[in-house]
């Protein structure tokens, strides 16, 4: 059909898209419109279109099922477009999108636990096509399986560079004569800014969409970050009805993604622009446009939003303390009843900031302590470089020790009964997990990890009953070894190196 294309198979969990012409004439953005009902014998979806830039007008849908599909598509510009396509089974690797379960942990569509290895790299999408390919490798051999990403660029210490494009028509603020010294001067600035918030700019949404596609074919979810503060262009302080434009079409662009996540802001409490009214009714904007639920929550500085609040999946949350930050797990956990991701524990690094300057081996004792609390830790790096290229803010290369480690930690969080660990109460001198399932069970659990942190036993003793038999394996969780100590009845000893960082995991042999 001329002007109209589509094509007539897709995998589940991928994404249909057809395509139509139209109209470039005025403002495609603000007067016109495309809007799409796709059905199955198992659901029905509507879902709005985009503007594409070129007179090309897009939609696009995620089937949750395989089989045939039948479409309409109605527009503002055409007569009304029918036809069908045909549902293969999902890719390898492509599990679904993420979903809640056993209210604190998380599984894809499909029922695979999904542990969430999360890492930061605010801007890396904005970088040179060269740094981004070296992000992509670099996280290709990682044990990440999220990423916590900006669509605006990032105005802050150690990025006060232009981005490679910007999301609006327009033109940027001369920044030839900011350095680091002065950057403060143009944060939170909008003068010299010329941007037409009512015309999206498409290339960058098309790169935007290319690098979450990537992403995919990593199996790493992409936590797109909406709003922040850290800006001297003017997005983080648009209108409202700017405002409520841009989330419609990021929903309308995004949403068919099943590796997308929504995080409407990150740091929130740090701009002054916008109330909590204002966040309530971008809530509403993501989910009702959002036909396929992502995971979706807010990130905080310095105080927590209210995590109780319906629409919020998950805690995204950053440690408000110098000192503590996993400890404060369980605690989260009974508060807000759903799973706890410190998508900021702190970072890894050397600069002068007391957020960015962690030890490779404090990094991952946050980790490890996090995880055993039955939470969910989040990754980042910020070493000093001779050309300011941070982890945390552009990607590139990771130069410390910690992200080496969380593959070790991945497998053995794989190895939980169940859907994930919950902190096992009533121990005060060690940190113990046991698997979520058994926390209605009474007395002795089938398998637990217990965790020694910074301290540095040279044995412990364990009694469960007398008549149970135990495997124990002993893990180094720094040097990623494990030894098996073999099978024990009743009370017995665990002798231990005495040094930092070891955990024993113990589960009942069952026969």
């Excluded at 105005?155 to 010294?181: K, M, Q, W």
């Amino acid at each position: 059909m001329k002007g109209f294309k589509y094509e007539d198979t897709v995998n589940r969990w991928g994404v249909f898209e057809a395509e139509l012409m139209g109209p470039d004439e005025g403002n495609p953005f603000t007067e016109q419109s495309v809007h799409g009902v796709f059905n199955s014998s198992e659901e029905t979806v509507e879902c709005e279109g985009f503007y594409d830039g070129d007179g090309i007008y897009r939609i696009r849908f995620m089937p949750s099922f395989e089989g045939m599909y039948f479409f309409e598509i109605t527009s503002t510009f055409t007569d009304k477009k029918t036809g069908s396509f045909f549902v293969l089974p999902a890719r390898e690797r492509n599990h679904g999108p993420v979903r809640i379960k056993d209210t604190w942990h998380m599984v894809y569509e499909d029922g695979t636990p999904y542990y969430s290895i999360g890492t930061t790299c605010y801007v890396w999408i904005h970088q040179p096509d060269e740094l981004i390919e070296k992000t992509l490798q670099t996280l290709s051999k990682s044990a990440f399986n999220k990423i916590r990403m900006c669509i605006f660029p990032k105005h802050y210490d150690y990025n006060l560079g232009e981005p490679r494009s910007y999301p609006y028509e327009g033109t940027p603020v001369d920044s030839a004569n900011i350095t680091r010294e002065n950057f403060g001067e143009y944060t939170g600035k909008t003068e010299g800014n010329s941007w037409d918030f009512e015309r999206f700019h498409t290339p960058h949404f098309r790169h935007l969409e290319k690098c979450i596609c990537e992403l995919e074919k990593l199996g790493i979810e992409a936590d797109l970050i909406l709003m922040h503060p850290y800006d001297r262009w003017g997005f983080s302080c648009m209108g409202p009805e700017d405002d409520d434009r841009y989330l419609k079409y990021v929903t309308a662009r995004f949403s068919a993604f099943h590796n997308v996540w929504w995080s409407l802001a990150n740091e929130y409490d740090m701009m002054p622009a916008k109330t909590l009214d204002d966040w309530e009714r971008f809530a509403g904007i993501i989910c009702d446009n959002d036909p396929y639920q992502h995971m979706c929550s807010i990130h905080n500085c310095l105080r927590h939003y209210d995590y109780c609040r319906p629409w919020i999946t998950h805690c995204s949350l950053q440690r408000n303390d110098l000192y503590k930050s996993s400890e404060l797990v369980d605690e989260w956990r009974e508060k807000y009843q759903k799973p706890v991701v410190m998508d900021e524990l702190g970072y890894e690094g050397d600069i002068q900031h007391g957020w960015g300057n962690l030890t490779g081996e404090e990094m991952l004792r946050r980790f490890w302590e996090a995880a055993c609390r039955g939470g969910y830790p989040g990754h980042g790096e910020t070493y000093l470089h001779e050309k300011d290229i941070l982890w945390w803010s552009h990607g590139g290369e990771l130069h410390g020790e910690s992200h080496k480690r969380f593959a070790f930690l991945l497998e053995i969080l794989k190895q939980t009964p169940g859907s994930g660990l919950m902190p096992y109460p009533g121990i005060w001198d060690e940190i113990c997990a046991v698997p979520q399932e058994t926390v209605r069970r009474e007395g002795v659990k089938d398998y637990y990890l217990f965790y020694y942190s910074f301290m540095r036993p040279s044995f412990r003793e364990f009694y469960f009953d007398d008549d149970s038999q135990w495997s124990v394996r002993v893990l180094d969780t720094w040097n990623m070894t494990i030894e098996d100590r073999g099978i024990f009845r009743g009370k017995f000893r665990i002798e231990l190196p005495a040094r930092q960082y070891m955990a024993i995991q113990i589960r009942k042999v069952e026969g």
